[in-house]
């Protein structure tokens, strides 16, 4: 029995929450990773994990043996970092998730520009709208927008951005414009993916909630910035959503006042030992990028100090 490999499947299986998803993550035959897991159990002549219907938990014997394989695996690539000289030169697969519409309009081109700089560094792009857990998903590093929580990550202000409360000028010439949140609900909305939280105003320092009437509601941000633009309603999107209809005037941003502070972007990863060269290059590269970029939609942060934050 390859032991390095079981305790490899055996993550998987904890991290993914069961073995079937553990498989699916691993791309490999259900069977194969359920014998890896019986195999270890045997070899260490105790049980790892109580199976159940739904999921799986860990006894005390596998919550300590989980523990003591990521610190195992961890030092193992640290080593393979090492011994590959990813701490000379910036080489090997760096693992970046973003949010998939801003990182596919932002990020992907300063990707592909890193890309040309640095030859001997692989990219895997992750596009996914939750939240990522660095170490245990493998990933290097993380694009994330709005407020973070409290963690033992550390994370870089690469800008800012600002939920906007706008419609069409076709719209506001028929209808009006409102001067205040209250006068929101003699209006027409157009709500994304039922986020009715997106409709919370700042009025005298406190958060209060204002809806339109809904007329339409959609599930994607690519109809709900059409319908604003074909005037069905007043519609609240992020302005690095709009920036060229901003710009052109196709959409008026209106309540500004009302809508609140910017929210931050940030760059996040992990530092368990000295940063990897791959690591440190992309974020030197892509941080006065992003910043460029943010400052043609929003204001751009002023702060560049790292801080434990995740």
């Known amino acids: 029995m390859d032991r390095l490999d079981a305790m490899r499947v055996l993550l998987a299986v904890v991290d993914a929450g069961s073995i079937s998803a553990g498989s699916r993550r691993l791309n490999a035959p259900l069977p194969s990773v359920s014998r890896k897991v019986a195999d270890l159990e045997r070899f260490l002549g105790a049980n790892l994990i109580v ?10 014997a596998g919550r300590e043996y989980v523990e003591a394989a990521r610190k195992i695996m961890a030092d193992l690539e640290e080593a393979e970092r090492r011994a590959s000289g990813e701490y000379q030169t910036p080489r090997g697969t760096l693992t970046i998730t973003m949010p998939v519409e801003f990182g596919n309009r932002y990020v992907l081109p300063i990707v592909l520009s890193y890309m040309e700089r640095h030859a001997e560094v692989s990219l895997n792009l992750l596009s996914l709208d939750r939240s990522v857990h660095l170490v245990n998903e493998q990933v290097d590093i993380a694009i994330r927008l709005g407020d ?88 609240r999107l992020f302005d690095y959503q709009i920036p060229e209809h901003l710009r052109s005037g196709d959409l008026v941003p209106i309540l500004t006042e009302y809508d609140g502070p910017p929210r931050p972007i940030h760059i996040v990863y992990s530092r368990q030992g000295p ?36």
């Open 51 to 60: 199976r159940t219907s739904r999921n799986l938990q860990l006894t005390d």
């Open 148 to 235: 973070l929580e409290d963690s033992s990550l550390y994370a870089v202000k690469a800008g800012e951005f600002h939920l906007l409360t706008c419609a069409s000028p076709g719209y506001l010439a028929k209808r009006g414009i409102p001067a205040h949140p209250g006068d929101l609900s003699g209006h027409d909305g157009i709500i994304f993916n039922n986020r009715t939280f997106f409709w919370t105003f700042q009025v005298d320092g406190a958060p209060v909630e204002a809806l339109p009437r809904t007329r339409l509601e959609v599930n994607t941000a690519a109809n709900c910035v059409a319908a604003a633009l074909g005037g069905a309603g007043i519609a």
């Open 275 to 310: 940063l990897t060269l791959k690591v440190r290059s992309f974020i030197d590269w892509a941080l006065p990028r992003l910043r460029e970029t943010s400052g043609s939609y929003g204001n751009a942060g002023q702060s560049d100090a790292m801080r434990s934050s995740g």
